[in-house]
């Protein structure tokens, strides 16, 4: 049955729901659709649609809104990490979801076929592990489409044969497994080639204390599985395969070496050498590789302030830039293609522009705007982004980002470090941002030393500063937007999530009198415990700390705040969701408990809440403490 999308009525965005655009709830909604993937024959779309009451997988004719809905995920349980397409006739859909083992939660990945035809849904599932004690705890996870094989696909899972990771040919007709090898070398994770051969592997194992990453690979078929490269985490250059060539005789490699930047690399197989620098950006680490609809890798891409995109073949680059100039004034690119790269999907957006997909078809000449990411929001002013950057107090030059509400004087300032630490801020609209903007606030937003984007020794500057020169950075941005003389001097409130709940916790003791109120989402209270529970797991954490030298372990109690409660003097609010499985909600449950006694803390723990808050309902119930909580205390 095909229904007809409801929120196309939201998409114009009625007087009345535009009214009620400055409420939380607006705000805290999903995106409505996420990663839209076209068919290779081009005549359908492939969807997240993001319900109440769950995410849905959808179905749709190109450039229309008349969808079919294929499968329904339970809410709060499922996340879709993913969505393929294998030929024109089957989906390929990777989920996960939270389990818990050894005192904490950890997410287990499974896939599912959807023939698109019929709307018949299968658990991808080789039915001998079954039996195997620890299969409530398996995960399947997606190696290659074969594009010259549509029926089957290439999966990767654990099998007690091997006692490792090993890769099968799954018929999507019958479900059969096949194995393309034996795993005798107990590889992690495995890449196949253009034509489907599985030639690549990723092996990580700790010794000595450190943990080697070997890149494996074969020639063909009938060879066994031979090392190509090993390094040592944290040392040395990096090393990432991320392709082959049409002979499978060379890699594509995202290293460091020589530029201090992740840049693209053509790596010589047979002569084991690097042989030609394909792409570098002078300031700007490579972020990842651009694929077809095929799953071949087809490009790079990197941020400055938003995505830029770079092809090996000039066609590609041209359409990039021809859908650029269908939409002046916005930040756009192709997300997904037809095989015969006639039919396109280009994302558009901007700081203070919600995000929008638009469809293209080149032999109709037809162009025209498809579905708004957050139609609720579509006509709620919005306020632009202001880059800027300084010399921090020991002159490393800084960078960030900073918004201020239109037509408010000297602002509430609300300062807001990232998650990572190893990652950054950007410049794309961030509903989180604009609804802070709508509050009346000023938000600044720090890629402090630490984050990633900006080279390898900018980065690495940050190893061993939780609490110190990453922290500071923070302070110092704080000084520079007062001293700008357009935020309010004494009226601020520092909300982080995941690594940047850990800064705003730090900061609540390091500078008590610098904040109004403090707000830690999913964030960290005691580092020695957190890097304990990583190393448990052999978890690379020694850029944080060394987790042997016990005077230093000892020492990471001076940069946490469940030691240091005393010096807190702001109100403070925390959240954490009982299913995150990248920061235990343990920190701030045990932080609550030893601080409510004589603090002004509050602790809102979400029933089933992800890292992410990753579903409508636990993001509503996020959106509105924190609403509650700013109106209290930073109006």
């Known amino acids: 049955m095909k229904t007809k999308l409801i929120w196309m009525l939201l998409f114009l965005c009625s007087t009345v729901q535009c009214a009620v655009a400055s409420d939380y709830a607006a705000y805290s909604k999903l995106p409505l659709i996420e990663q839209p993937q076209i068919s290779p024959d081009g005549n359908m779309i492939a969807a997240i649609l993001n319900l109440e009451d769950g995410p849905q997988i959808v179905a749709m004719p190109f450039g229309t809104v008349e969808y079919k809905a294929l499968a329904q995920l339970k809410k709060a349980r499922d996340r879709v990490d993913g969505i393929s397409w294998s030929g024109n006739k089957y989906l390929i859909i990777s989920t996960s979801y939270p389990e818990f083992l050894n005192g904490a939660y950890f997410r287990v990945s499974r896939l599912y076929a959807i023939d698109v035809t019929t709307g018949q849904t299968n658990l991808i599932d080789n039915k001998r592990f079954e039996k195997y004690k620890g299969y409530r705890y398996q995960s399947y996870v997606l190696t290659s489409v074969l594009k010259d094989e549509p029926n089957h696909i290439l999966v990767a899972t654990y099998d007690e044969k091997d006692r490792a990771y090993t890769v099968f040919k799954v018929d999507l007709q019958d479900g059969s497994f096949d194995k393309e090898l034996i795993n005798r070398y107990k590889i992690d994770w495995w890449m196949a080639d253009r034509q489907g051969l599985v030639r690549l592997g990723i092996q990580s194992e700790k010794k000595d204390k450190e943990i080697y990453r070997t890149t494996w690979y074969r020639p063909d078929a009938k060879s066994d599985m031979q090392k190509l490269y090993t390094r040592v985490l944290g040392k040395e250059h990096t090393f990432n395969v991320v392709g082959l060539d049409a002979a499978g005789t060379k890699a594509y490699v995202i290293s460091d070496r020589k530029t201090g930047r992740e840049s693209l690399w053509l790596y010589d197989i047979i002569k084991g050498e690097f042989e030609t620098l394909l792409f570098s950006h002078e300031k700007f680490d490579l972020y990842g590789t651009l694929s077809n609809s095929q799953g071949e890798m087809i490009g ?37 293609q037809s095989q015969d790269k006639t039919r396109l999907l280009a994302y558009s957006v901007n700081d203070d522009k919600v995000p929008r997909y638009y469809s293209v078809d080149l032999v109709s000449k037809k162009a025209g705007l498809w579905l708004s990411q957050y ?4 006509k709620a002013p919005m306020a632009k982004v202001e880059n800027y950057q300084f010399k921090a107090s020991d002159g490393t030059l800084i960078s960030g980002y900073l918004t201020l509400p239109q037509d408010v004087q000297n602002p509430p300032l609300i300062v807001h470090p990232h998650g990572g630490p190893h990652s950054r801020d950007m410049k794309y609209f961030n509903p989180e941002v604009q609804y802070f903007i709508s509050k009346g606030y ?90 304990v529970d990583e190393a448990r797991q052999d978890s690379y954490i020694s850029n944080i700390v060394d987790a042997d030298d016990s005077a230093a372990m000892k020492a990471l109690d001076l940069v946490s705040a469940t030691y240091n409660i005393d010096k807190i003097t702001a109100p403070i609010l925390l959240i954490h969701g009982t299913k995150d499985t990248q920061v235990n909600y343990e920190q701030s449950a045990d932080f609550y408990s030893k601080a409510k006694k004589n603090k002004n803390i509050k602790y809102v723990e979400i029933k089933d809440g992800t890292h992410y808050f990753d579903d409508n309902e636990s993001r509503k119930r996020y959106f509105s403490e924190m609403d509650q909580f700013l109106t209290q205390y930073l109006q």
Request: hydrophobic share 40%; proline share 2%.
């Open 300 to 336: 790079v891409y990197y941020y400055d302030d938003f995505l830029r995109t770079w092809y090996f073949d000039e066609h590609d680059a041209e359409q990039t830039k021809m859908v650029a100039n269908l939409l002046p004034g916005m930040e756009s690119t192709i997300v997904s």
């Open 442 to 531: 000023a938000v600044l937003q720090v890629n402090f030393r630490g984050s990633e984007g900006f080279g390898s020794d900018f980065e690495s500057s940050g190893y061993f500063q939780w609490g110190k020169r990453m922290q500071q950075d923070v302070y110092d941005a704080m000084d520079w937007a007062v001293t700008s003389g357009r935020v309010a001097k004494d009226k601020a409130c520092i909300v982080g999530g995941s690594y940047g709940g850990y800064v705003a916790l730090t900061a609540a003791f390091q500078q008590p009198n610098r904040f109004e109120c403090v707000i830690s989402v999913a964030g960290i209270s005691d580092l020695r415990e957190m890097v």
């Open 375 to 378: 139609p609720q929001l579509a």
